[in-house]
């Protein structure tokens, strides 16, 4: 089945078209179920080649099919063509693996909603522009996904477009995403300019063969991870990310989990080489990651809504991802990025089934002792707060302590500092969350208390499948304490990265592993304390540091200082341009012509009197000034 790979990308392609087309003549079992079966589809033939690159010796080589050509321009030329080695492959399964359980799940969580047949064939279309960008064998195709994922995003976060907020923020990550995209682009002409070839192959090597001198490789790079900081919503374009929890909770959790804001990882993991031939561009990238994961982290302790707070959770966990990829860690960046599809994808889910109990409720203040309703989705939710809070033995913890020990390894102890910190709030807001939501005294709305009830089956089996996959998924990377070969993910990803750049002595790394695990205890014993055992702490702490308290809650007024400097100064300009220049000059051109059209027309009307004997006249006239020229001109 692996030679089929190629179709990975184009059933769910050709199942949104479907949809598009005709679903609002089928019923809406049909329309979810033929959804879910075009991407399950894809989950196979994703598997079958993971499983065919993991028994082939050579495997760097990959799986390539070219469907036609493309682009042709002088000596430049390309195709549409997909590749996929391990990178790619890892990519293709998680995509379709998660996506798969996201539809499963909406086809419970959608099934009132009117307009059904064009939420899953937006679904379907996201899930293929996504896999077009794993599986590009070149970057002007992974730019058609990129661009792809971005359109999507803006139809799935305003679906309910009705909504003013809904589609508010559809435009809002619409617009913060083209202007990474500016800076992408640039970078990608650079490359074909002095490259010459869109091939990954080529520019990853391009630095090595000479192609691209040192500071055109740093440019090229920044640039490229400008874009990235859009897609995965990075310092200083990560302000779209929160605003998208207007849409449709399962199409949070594709755009946190598998989806959009992953791509931003994949494409510095993609064009490794590039990254690793430019010590600057590196360290940007390392840095960007480690001051967004704290930086989100300090916003999601204080946020109410339940989906914000998850929000704010994935700006913080990218940021782990690119410290993984700026220290030279790409297996560990990749290794926390499949870790988080599975248990950040579970946490949304999860609060969505907490949101469909309460009839649409999502601020934590009006929840409190939801654990005796939820029977299900409580302990499923508990296993992903702990999952991501890196407590032993879960995924989580697995993959940040990879991340964290890479950096420490390759002498970035500031760096390494900012991550356990991020640890720390990591596992407090969590909990703050799973204290908040399920233990406590009931403060539901009256009006919701008799109508709370567990969500139905084709909503809390996926949530059970990702829960297992929580729990058990780091255990393809384990660390170096468990044997030089247990980290199995590693060890598939050599052939794209190279072995490991950095070791550390067993008794360091235990030491580091140590240090991770009580960092996340610290978390979570301090949100015990504050909102179990003590839950006036936090409102003595809000007044008595009441300026803090207001930065956190206004999110350090970052979207206050956007709409200041950026938004509010180009409004105001656009209509100063429309005021004084599009209607007193374009419109007062146009105007003007019509006007001496019109006077023109009226001074031309007195020739048309009605009257047979002016005509005659008329002709008469012009009838001698004829004849007069032919005389005059006679010899």
Not at 17 to 32: D, E, I, N, Y
Not at 58 to 82: E, H, N, Q, V
Not at 348 to 366: K, T
Not at 391 to 400: A, E, R, W
Request: hydrophobic share 55%.
């Amino acid at each position: 089945m692996a030679e089929y790979f190629w179709l990975i990308p184009l059933l769910p392609g050709a199942s949104a078209l479907a949809l598009l087309l005709f679903g609002r003549r089928l019923s809406r079992t049909w329309v979810a179920w033929q959804a879910s079966a075009a991407v399950f589809a894809s989950v196979i033939l994703s598997k079958a080649a993971f499983l065919h690159l993991a028994r082939t010796s050579d495997g760097a080589s990959g799986l390539s099919k070219t469907l036609l050509p493309w682009i042709a321009s002088g000596s430049f030329s390309t195709s549409i063509s997909f590749h996929l080695d391990e990178l790619s492959a890892v990519m293709a399964v998680v995509v379709t693996g998660v996506g798969f359980l996201i539809h499963v799940y909406s086809a419970g969580y959608m099934a009132e909603d009117r307009n059904h047949s064009r939420y899953f064939a937006f679904l379907n279309l996201f899930t293929f522009f996504m896999l077009v960008l794993v599986m590009a064998s070149d970057i002007v195709l992974m730019f058609v996904g990129w661009e792809g994922v971005g359109l999507c995003s803006y139809l799935l976060i305003g679906f309910w477009f009705e909504r003013p907020a809904a589609a508010k923020a559809g435009m809002k990550a619409f617009i913060v995403n083209r202007i990474g995209d500016a800076a992408f682009i640039i970078g990608i002409l650079i490359i074909l300019a002095s490259v010459g070839s869109a091939s990954f192959a080529v520019i990853n090597d391009a630095p090595r063969s000479g192609l691209l001198s040192a500071g055109l490789v740093t440019l090229v790079a920044i640039l490229l991870f400008v874009g990235a900081t859009g897609k995965s919503a990075q310092i200083p374009l990560y302000v779209w990310l929160p605003d998208a929890m207007e849409g449709p909770t399962p199409v949070s959790a594709l755009i946190h989990a598998a989806t959009m804001v992953t791509a931003g990882v994949y494409m510095v993991c993609r064009l490794s080489g590039l990254y690793a031939a430019s010590v600057p561009a590196s360290s940007v990238v390392a840095w960007v990651g480690g001051l967004t994961a704290v930086f989100a982290a300090t916003m999601a302790l204080v946020q109410n809504d339940v989906k914000r707070v998850l929000a704010y959770s994935t700006i913080s966990q990218i940021g782990y991802m690119f410290i993984g990829c700026g220290v030279g860690a790409y297996a560990a960046g990749m290794f926390h990025l499949v870790t988080h599809a599975f248990f950040k994808s579970l946490l949304f889910l999860a609060a969505g089934s907490v949101i469909h109990a309460l009839g649409g409720e999502q601020d934590m203040r009006r929840m409190g002792g939801l654990k005796k309703h939820l029977p299900v989705t409580f302990p499923v939710f508990l296993v992903g707060a702990l999952a991501i809070s890196g407590v032993p033995f879960l995924s989580g913890f697995f993959s940040k302590d990879a991340i964290l020990t890479s950096a420490y390894a390759g002498g970035h102890y500031v760096l390494y500092g900012l991550g356990l910190a991020g640890a720390i709030l990591t596992a407090f807001y969590m909990f703050r969350l799973i204290y908040m939501t399920f233990y406590g005294d009931e403060r539901t709305p009256r009006a919701a208390e008799n109508h709370i009830h567990e969500s139905p089956w084709t909503m809390t089996v996926p949530l059970v499948i990702l829960a297992v996959f929580s729990a058990l998924v780091g255990l393809i990377g384990l660390p170096v304490f468990f044997g030089e070969k247990a980290n199995l993910f590693g060890r598939f990803l050599e052939g794209v990265f190279g072995p490991a750049a950095h070791h550390l002595a067993l008794s360091t790394e235990t030491v580091l592993v140590l240090a991770a695990t009580l960092s996340a205890l610290l978390g979570i014993g301090l949100a015990f304390i504050f909102y179990r055992r003590s839950p006036d702490v936090p409102v003595r702490l809000a007044d008595r540091f009441p300026g803090i308290y207001r930065l956190l809650l206004g999110k350090y007024y970052v979207d206050e200082a956007y709409d200041a400097v950026v938004v509010r100064p180009l409004v105001r300009g656009a209509e100063l341009v429309y005021e004084h220049f599009d209607l007193k000059v374009i419109d007062g051109a146009l105007d003007g012509s019509a006007a001496a059209a019109g006077l023109a027309g009226k001074g031309l009307n007195v020739l048309q009197s009605g009257l047979v004997r002016d005509y005659a006249l008329a002709f008469l006239m012009g009838a001698i000034l004829f004849l007069g020229f032919l005389l005059i001109g006679a010899p």
